[in-house]
C-alpha cells in the first residue's frame, strides 16, 4: 500500500501519462475519438463512406429541431449510422441553444428534448456536447441527470483517469489543413494523453464556405494516417469504457 501511494505521488508530481496508477503494467494507448456536430448531410453523404472504407466508428451530436431540414440528416440516416457503422448518436439539444443564457425550465426542456427525442426514435442517447461549448454548475446539473458523458469545446490534455463530464475536443477548422490536425494527435501520443478527441462539423469540397468546414480529401487523410499508425478510433462511450 506504502509502495502504491508513494508511485501515486511520484505520477502526479511527474505527471505521468495514460497509466492505471495502481497497475504499472496497464500503459495504456493513446486513444482517438472522432465526434461530428450538427447534423450536417454531409456527414452521411461524405463522411461515412469514408470512414467505413477504415471501419472507423464516430460519436455524432445531433441538435434533434433541426433534423430532416435543408442539407440536414435524417433519422433513417442516423439509424444506418449506428446500424452498420458502429456509429453513436449523442445530445446536442434541440435546438442548439446557449444553455446558461436561457431560463432554466428551458434549459431544461432543451436538454431533455434532445435525449428523448433521440430514446423515443431507438437512438443512442449516452453522451452530450455542449452547444458551441457554454455550461454553468445548474445546466451540468440536468444535463447529468439524463446523460453519462459531456464533451465542451475546449482543447485540452485527457490524462488519466479521464473525467466523463468534462471531455475537451480540438475543434477541426478550415485553416488548419490535415497536417494540423495530425499534429494535434501525434502532441496526444507524445505526451501521453489517453485521448484525443478531433471534432468536425462539415466535410464539404469547397471549405470556404464554413469556418469549421475541411474538405473530403484533408478528411481522407486523417484516416489514412489513423488507419497506417494503427490508432484505436472508437465513438465517446467505448472510450469511456477503457479508462
Ligand atoms: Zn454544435
Known amino acids: ?136 454548475i445548474e445546466v451540468t446539473k440536468i444535463i447529468k441527470k439524463y446523460f453519462h458523458s459531456i464533451r465542451g469545446s475546449e482543447d485540452f490534455k485527457m490524462k488519466y483517469p479521464v473525467d466523463r463530464y468534462s471531455l475537451g475536443y480540438y475543434d477541426a477548422r478550415n485553416n488548419d489543413g490535415s497536417e494540423k490536425i495530425i499534429g494535434r494527435i501525434l502532441r496526444g501520443i507524445t505526451h501521453h494523453e489517453c485521448v484525443v478527441i478531433i471534432g468536425f462539423h462539415y466535410i464539404i469540397a469547397d471549405k470556404e464556405m464554413h469556418s469549421r468546414a475541411i474538405t473530403p480529401q484533408e478528411f481522407e487523410e486523417i484516416l489514412e494516417f489513423l488507419h497506417e499508425r494503427k490508432l484505436k478510433v472508437m465513438t465517446v462511450s467505448e472510450m469511456l469504457g477503457e479508462f
Not at 500503459?27 to 472507423?56: C, N, W
Not at 440528416?73 to 435546438?95: C, N, P, Q, R, S
Not at 433521440?118 to 455542449?130: G, I, Q, V
Open 1 to 136: 500500500m506504502i509502495k502504491r501511494i508513494f508511485k501515486f505521488s511520484l505520477m502526479l508530481f511527474f505527471g505521468y501519462g495514460c497509466t492505471n496508477i495502481f497497475d504499472s503494467d496497464s500503459y495504456r494507448e493513446t486513444v482517438v475519438v472522432l465526434t461530428f456536430d450538427d447534423a450536417h448531410s454531409s456527414i452521411y453523404e461524405t463522411a461515412f463512406p469514408l470512414m467505413q472504407k477504415f471501419g472507423f466508428p464516430a460519436t455524432n451530436y445531433i441538435n434533434t429541431g433541426i433534423l430532416n431540414s435543408d442539407d440536414r440528416l435524417t433519422v433513417e440516416e442516423l439509424h444506418i449510422l449506428e446500424d452498420e457503422g458502429g456509429w453513436e448518436t449523442g445530445g446536442h439539444t434541440v435546438h442548439h441553444v446557449n444553455l446558461p443564457q436561457i431560463d432554466i425550465e428551458e434549459a431544461e426542456a432543451e436538454i431533455a428534448g434532445g435525449w428523448k427525442f433521440l430514446k423515443d426514435h431507438n437512438l443512442k442517447n449516452r453522451t452530450f456536447a455542449l452547444p458551441s461549448g457554454h455550461a454553468n
